[in-house]
């Protein structure tokens, strides 16, 4: 593979930086301009002319690189482009009779195609608006009248965007989990609308996109909802626009979804092919009915033996809740925590940094981190290097390996049911409703914020409910 110069890259990597690309794409973007490089010298095309992208695009789809990493390509060459646009303008300004089109500065050649532009042309180009790679035959300054500035429809940056979803998310504390799915059809809306200038999307930007999502791909209802709000939250909170009420909008057809529900012989049979510390999680997300992320992220300070209750902080929509302790239990978890305090004094003798903490308490609390309460249930079996201040730090065990164990277990005790982790906790709604409990103490166990939601359970049992209206004063006595 051709090498890129060390000077090209190293003025790179500074822009990347300037623009605030986000640290774990920045890698992605220096991949793409090494691939650059070494198409444009492979197919004998030149790095600095912007002609060359459409073919180096080209090149990717036909390796089946997804529209999402050509779109994230094009950025990286346009940002390329930019870089030796900039140079070129303050090489004009600096030696404006240089003739072999060479800049001290750098130490690198410029483009001879791009010598008719002006440093104020430069200047009227934000980065987001830098123009993508036009045909041949056109020539960008032809739209340019009376030196005002040519935006481009489509091919725009747009890194400010993801930038202040990822603010806009934290402020308002949603879970990780929300920031990627929304990043994700964000990303989907990008390719889809040619990464056109984010300044001049509109209300049928979205419905064309909703009806592409229903009708050519095929989504589920769930997920068309999930990419509404989606774009919902990109107009409202990062856009700063609303785009009123949507209509004309192609619906994927909603289905009604009957959770699977394993009986008690098949959840002992899995639980019989799971070893410690999965075969205790399987048995708190049966027992206590638990989302995984929520069993994962208990800590010591969770756990009143004496009480018998299990509080779960920050479950879903950061709503707190507690649920009675299996008593069959007690003796397992009494167990896990003499682990979890064993595995805690090894660590305080090690001088580790502490456990991860949520929000900012470790700014509020300096040592939290350190005491025992705050210890992780479930920890994981190795710390984890934090890169910004190369500290070693302690978290909980990741879902990956709870889940994979599980669906070895399913597999291996020979269930016929599409089972997971989460069939545990719809398991345990549908026993106690089976067992005659009340649906509203069942909600509150659940944590769901509606009803509605809990009623889906109904449908998991038999129902014995007596349908033929009769009248209370026939009732025997």
């Given amino acids: 593979?051709?090498?890129?110069?060390?000077?090209?890259?190293?003025?790179?990597?500074?822009?990347?930086?300037?623009?605030?690309?986000p640290k774990p794409e920045q890698g992605y973007y220096k991949k793409w301009l090494r691939y650059y490089w070494d198409f444009c010298h492979k197919y004998e095309h030149s790095p600095d002319n912007t002609n060359s992208l459409p073919f180096f695009l080209q090149k990717l789809r036909q390796k089946r690189q997804s529209e999402q990493q050509c779109q994230q390509a094009q950025q990286a060459i346009q940002l390329f482009y930019r870089m030796k646009l900039v140079n070129n303008a303050n090489n004009r300004t600096e030696t404006p009779q240089n003739s072999d089109h060479t800049d001290k500065k750098t130490?690198?050649?410029?483009?001879?195609?791009?010598?008719?532009?002006?440093?104020?042309?430069?200047?009227?180009?934000?980065?987001?608006?830098?123009?993508?790679?036009?045909?041949?035959?056109?020539?960008?300054?032809?739209?340019?009248?009376?030196?005002?500035?040519?935006?481009?429809?489509?091919?725009?940056?747009?890194?400010?965007?993801?930038?202040?979803?990822?603010?806009?998310?934290?402020?308002?504390?949603?879970?990780?989990?929300?920031?990627?799915?929304?990043?994700?059809?964000?990303?989907?809306?990008?390719?889809?609308?040619?990464?056109?200038?984010?300044?001049?999307?509109?209300?049928?930007?979205?419905?064309?996109?909703?009806?592409?999502?229903?009708?050519?791909?095929?989504?589920?209802?769930?997920?068309?909802?999930?990419?509404?709000?989606?774009l919902l939250f990109l107009f409202r909170n990062v856009l700063k626009k609303e785009f009123g009420e949507i209509k004309g909008v192609a619906r994927a057809k909603r289905t009604t979804y009957i959770p699977v529900v394993l009986s008690r012989e098949e959840i002992d049979l899995i639980f019989d092919h799971l070893d410690h510390p999965v075969h205790l999680i399987a048995k708190l997300l049966y027992g206590c009915g638990l989302r995984l992320s929520e069993c994962l992220s208990l800590r010591v300070q969770c756990f009143n033996f004496d009480a018998g209750i299990l509080t779960v902080h920050d479950g879903k929509g950061k709503k707190d809740r507690t649920v009675p302790i299996p008593e069959t239990l007690v003796d397992e978890l009494r167990q896990q925590l003499n682990s979890v305090i064993a595995l805690y004094e090894k660590d305080m003798q090690s001088n580790y940094d502490g456990v991860f903490l949520p929000n900012s308490l470790s700014r509020k609390f300096k040592n939290a981190a350190k005491e025992l309460i705050w210890q992780w249930f479930f920890p994981a079996t190795s710390l984890t290097k934090v890169q910004e201040s190369k500290q070693l730090m302690r978290y909980h065990l990741h879902e990956t390996v709870v889940q994979k164990a599980i669906k070895k277990a399913v597999a291996n005790a020979h269930i016929t049911k599409r089972a997971s982790a989460h069939t545990f906790r719809h398991s345990f709604a549908s026993h106690l409703l089976q067992a005659n409990y009340d649906i509203r103490t069942i909600q509150e166990l659940l944590g769901h914020s509606d009803l509605k939601t809990t009623m889906i359970y109904t449908h998991t049992v038999q129902s014995q409910t007596i349908k033929q209206a009769k009248s209370p004063l026939d009732f025997d006595k």
């Fill in 107 to 230: 130490a690198y050649p410029l483009p001879r195609s791009d010598s008719n532009q002006s440093s104020t042309s430069i200047r009227n180009h934000s980065p987001a608006a830098y123009p993508i790679a036009e045909p041949p035959h056109h020539n960008p300054t032809d739209n340019r009248k009376n030196n005002a500035p040519s935006y481009q429809q489509t091919g725009q940056s747009w890194v400010f965007v993801f930038n202040q979803l990822q603010t806009e998310i934290k402020l308002r504390h949603y879970s990780p989990k929300t920031l990627k799915a929304y990043r994700s059809w964000i990303r989907h809306f990008q390719a889809f609308t040619k990464s056109k200038a984010y300044q001049q999307l509109t209300q049928k930007d979205v419905v064309d996109f909703l009806s592409y999502l229903a009708v050519e791909k095929k989504v589920s209802a769930s997920s068309q909802n999930q990419a509404f709000n989606a």
């Fill in 1 to 21: 593979m051709f090498t890129i110069p060390k000077r090209i890259s190293h003025y790179f990597c500074d822009l990347l930086i300037q623009e605030a690309v």
